[in-house]
């Protein structure tokens, strides 16, 4: 089955910029979409289909997607962008839906 | 607005079974599939399965595929899981999640509340 490998944890600074990485074979030839996940509450899709925004997400959360990795970045990070982050792919060839590991990101 | 209600929390005991519902409004209930996602005390987000609304076909992830059954009713607009043979790391919070159609895939723009199911003897 496919598997996708993400960083335990990613510590930040605030105003810096967060880099949360989803390594999988050949994941640039999928779409990848991540996740922000809070304790006590439902997921939210935060980018979709690599790079693309949901409305009301804000423009600091942008994606990229080449090769093996597929990179959610989050800029001039804030104390409420504190959260486990979960990539996200559709496998075509077995139409499961797969997850990645999972990033905690700790704004410092 | 998409709106997905689960039903409440449940606590059984090992070997038993539960089934959680998933109420849907907002949209036309038989045009998106609806997956199945759990997330253990601790651990990650683990993709269950999914079920077409439309035709009620099924996708199981290999991991609980002969213990699980998902199921939906049209009339109602609801979808069911339901979890057979529990143990105790079946303990989780299980969410339902509409699918949304991304450019050459699926993704999950709208979440149900979330059922925490505990297995305890």
């Known amino acids: 089955s496919y598997v996708l490998t993400q960083p335990p944890s990613v510590s930040v600074a605030p105003g810096q910029t967060a880099r949360v990485t989803c390594g999988g074979a050949n994941i640039g030839s999928k779409s990848v979409h991540w996740y922000q996940a809070r304790p006590g509450q439902a997921p939210v899709v935060v980018v979709y289909d690599d790079s693309a925004r949901p409305s009301g997400i804000p423009e600091r959360f942008s994606g990229s997607n080449s090769g093996n990795t597929a990179t959610l970045s989050i800029s001039r990070v804030e104390a409420g962008d504190e959260a486990d982050y979960y990539c996200q792919v559709w496998d075509s060839t077995t139409e499961v839906k797969v997850f990645g590991t999972g990033t905690k990101v700790t704004v410092l | 607005q998409v709106q997905l209600v689960q039903s409440g929390a449940e606590v059984k005991r090992p070997g038993a079974s539960v089934r959680v519902s998933c109420k849907a409004s907002g949209y036309t209930f038989t045009t998106y599939g609806l997956s199945w996602v759990r997330q253990a005390p601790g651990q990650g987000l683990e993709w269950m399965g999914w079920?077409?609304?439309?035709?009620?076909?099924?996708l199981y992830a290999q991991n609980v595929q002969g213990r699980v059954t998902m199921t939906r009713d049209t009339s109602t607009s609801t979808a069911y899981m339901e979890l057979r043979s529990l143990r105790s790391d079946d303990t989780a919070v299980y969410y339902c999640?509409?699918?949304?159609?991304?450019?050459?895939?699926?993704?999950?723009?709208?979440w149900g509340q979330g059922t925490l199911v505990t297995v305890s003897s």
């Open positions: 079920i077409s609304a439309f035709n009620g076909n099924t």
């Open positions: 999640a509409r699918e949304s159609v991304g450019s050459s895939s699926y993704y999950f723009r709208h």
